[in-house]
């Protein structure tokens, strides 16, 4: 019913940019909010960036100042923009959306399948 696909991953030298999207498709009421998660080596999964329906953003403390979240709610669709990219931010970005299907009446979150980000010095 609802799918998440992630796209713009890749390799990157420190210092560079690099833009992810990923696009929400699926019989949908509405998104709430949509984000971007992460996951490096021997890590547990972490909250990078994320962003309501009313386009407030917050990110983690690592990435202030270095990433932007956006979105387009006419194409479903969350950005993460990065650059500054450092060889810790080297891990497979996930992303996150909480939204009402179709016939429900609560937001419930659904993942993508990732795409991996690496940096390299």
């Known amino acids: 019913q609802v799918t998440l696909v992630e796209s713009g991953g890749g390799l990157v030298q420190t210092g560079g940019s690099l833009s992810l999207s990923c696009v929400v498709s699926?019989?949908?009421?509405?998104?709430?909010?949509m984000g971007w998660y992460r996951q490096a080596p021997g890590k547990q999964r972490e909250l990078v960036a994320n962003?309501?329906?009313?386009?407030?953003?917050h990110y983690v403390d690592s990435v202030q100042g270095r990433f932007t979240i956006s979105r387009d709610n006419a194409q479903n669709t969350v950005f993460l923009q990065m650059s500054s990219l450092k060889p810790e931010d080297t891990a497979v970005y996930y992303c996150?959306?909480?939204?009402?299907?179709?016939?429900?009446?609560?937001?419930?979150?659904?993942w993508g399948k990732g795409t991996l980000v690496i940096v390299s010095s």
């Open positions: 996150n959306a909480n939204l009402i299907p179709s016939g429900k009446w609560v937001g419930e979150d659904y």
């Open positions: 699926g019989s949908i009421w509405q998104i709430n909010t």
């Open positions: 962003i309501d329906d009313g386009y407030s953003a």
